[in-house]
């Protein structure tokens, strides 16, 4: 339970308290998240489509997600999955202003030959591209991909 808690502390999605009573580390998380404004992942992407009137494309997770909460704006969706066991996490946030950080990026193609930019700041690995109009930012860490190539497998993964 330590390493879950430094885990994400350290990844900057949770804050800090204290679990009272009978509460698991994922009944902890989801009340943090509530309170950012976070609901289920389906309302959250049903929301932002409508707003947009455009469809998001999805990637295929490498693993489990035990908890997948959302959160919708005018004109971003923030989505994550978690899987508390293994310490896994992904994080894509949808834009609807087409733009993307280049800033200390290598510059990747994507298998639809879409350009994207990937990013190393170990243990944190990122991915953004444009596409259909929506920026996707990719934010993960080890143990989802430990490299470029892996992350540029998972962002071919969205369909």
């Not at 580390?25 to 455009?54: H, K, N, S, T």
């Not at 733009?99 to 990026?105: C, E, F, I, L, P």
Request: charged letters at 20%; one cysteine or more; proline letters at 5%.
């Amino acid at each position: 339970m330590k390493t879950w808690c430094v885990l994400f502390s350290l990844l900057g999605f949770i804050h800090p308290h204290t679990v009272a009573g009978e509460s698991t580390p994922e009944q902890a998380l989801l009340e943090d998240m509530r309170e950012d404004g976070y609901i289920g992942i389906e309302d959250a992407i049903a929301a932002f489509e409508d707003q947009q009137q455009m469809e998001v494309k999805l990637p295929h997770l490498p693993f489990h997600a035990m908890i997948a909460p959302g959160k919708a704006s005018r004109d971003t969706l923030t989505l994550q999955w978690f899987d508390t066991v293994n310490h896994a996490h992904i994080r894509v946030t949808i834009d609807s202003r087409p733009s993307v950080n280049k800033s200390r990026a290598v510059a990747v193609t994507l298998k639809n030959g879409v350009k994207a930019f990937y990013r190393k700041d170990l243990p944190h690995h990122t991915l953004s591209f444009i596409r259909d109009g929506l920026t996707y930012d990719i934010y993960t860490s080890e143990p989802v991909v430990t490299n470029q190539r892996e992350m540029v497998e998972f962002a071919n993964s969205f369909n």
